[in-house]
């Protein structure tokens, strides 16, 4: 669908720059006759084809890009989608000088006298911007990952010039600066090959006698979602032990293909049977 519509777009600009060529000095003797806008209208006219040959560079790249991320969104086109915004921008403040009648030669002069300002003012957004193009060309991470960055985790939804857009378990869309993203520690949890639920507790350490039972009571309130948890996948670890406390990892492997709706179900019932069956040996420890 969206190879189709630039398909579409891309002959539609064709046709416009075509037209425009054709008939550019009836297009450019009708402007002159206009009041207040005669002086600009060869500018105008330079920077609308420049304008037009950059759309129809972007529908080219997105029509003949080929993804490696079948049926999600790409880094790659939306970078370069991005890039065609910021030209755009620039384009367009070409356009204001010629409007004001301002030469190139002579805004360039003013604005090196404000470009130190200009630089410490925007500091934090040329950060980010950079640090976004990178992320996005580089595919640190691609929309769609589950991530986890820094203190926050979740599921990337967006990647702009300015920040990431990371959904969490609770359903909040957090806004992380990129210049934020690029300084912390990422862990990309859909690029590992083997997805596997890893959930963390502590229990009193009277109240676990035997390691192998209490994983069997764990596996065995997970019975109603056996079918989609990869046989033997199931391991209880023992992480650390203090005089007071185990702390325990319990890891298990959900089938390949296994709707992301049902394994949040998962997860989630496993914690509540996990908390259940911590709470019973622990108050029969201590009664």
Do not use: C, W
């Not at 002959?11 to 000095?25: C, E, Q």
């Not at 359903?171 to 992380?176: N, T, W």
Request: hydrophobic share 45%.
């Amino acid at each position: 669908m969206i190879k189709r519509n630039s398909s579409i777009h891309l002959v539609v600009v064709l046709i416009l720059i075509t037209t425009a060529f054709t008939y550019k000095n009836g297009i450019l003797e009708f402007v002159k006759q206009i009041p207040y806008v005669a002086y600009m209208a060869e500018s105008v006219f330079r920077i609308t084809i420049t304008v037009l040959i950059t759309d129809i560079i972007h529908q080219i790249i997105v029509l003949f890009y080929r993804s490696e991320l079948v049926g999600r969104r790409d880094n790659f086109l939306y970078g370069i989608g991005h890039i065609k915004k910021v030209l755009f921008a620039l384009y367009a403040g070409l356009l204001l000088l010629a409007i004001l009648n301002i030469s190139l030669e002579k805004a360039l002069t003013t604005l090196s006298l404000l470009a130190a300002a200009i630089v410490l003012i925007a500091k934090d957004y040329i950060s980010n911007f950079i640090n976004g193009m990178y992320m996005t060309f580089a595919r640190v991470v691609n929309i769609g990952d589950e991530v986890s960055i820094g203190a926050h985790k979740g599921k990337i939804q967006d990647i702009t010039l300015s920040s990431v857009h990371l959904l969490n378990e609770d359903d909040d869309l957090i806004y992380i600066p990129n210049s934020v993203v690029f300084s912390s520690d990422i862990v990309n949890y859909t690029r590992r090959e083997i997805k596997k639920t890893s959930l963390d507790f502590e229990i009193d350490v009277l109240a676990v006698k035997d390691v192998v039972e209490f994983e069997s009571e764990i596996i065995e309130g997970m019975k109603e979602f056996h079918a989609n948890i990869k046989p033997g996948s199931y391991n209880l670890k023992v992480v650390h032990i203090t005089s007071e406390h185990i702390k325990f990892k319990f890891q298990f492997l959900v089938i390949e293909g296994t709707d992301k709706e049902l394994e949040r179900l998962i997860k989630r019932r496993t914690i509540r049977h996990i908390v259940k069956l911590v709470n019973e040996r622990t108050e029969k420890a201590i009664g």
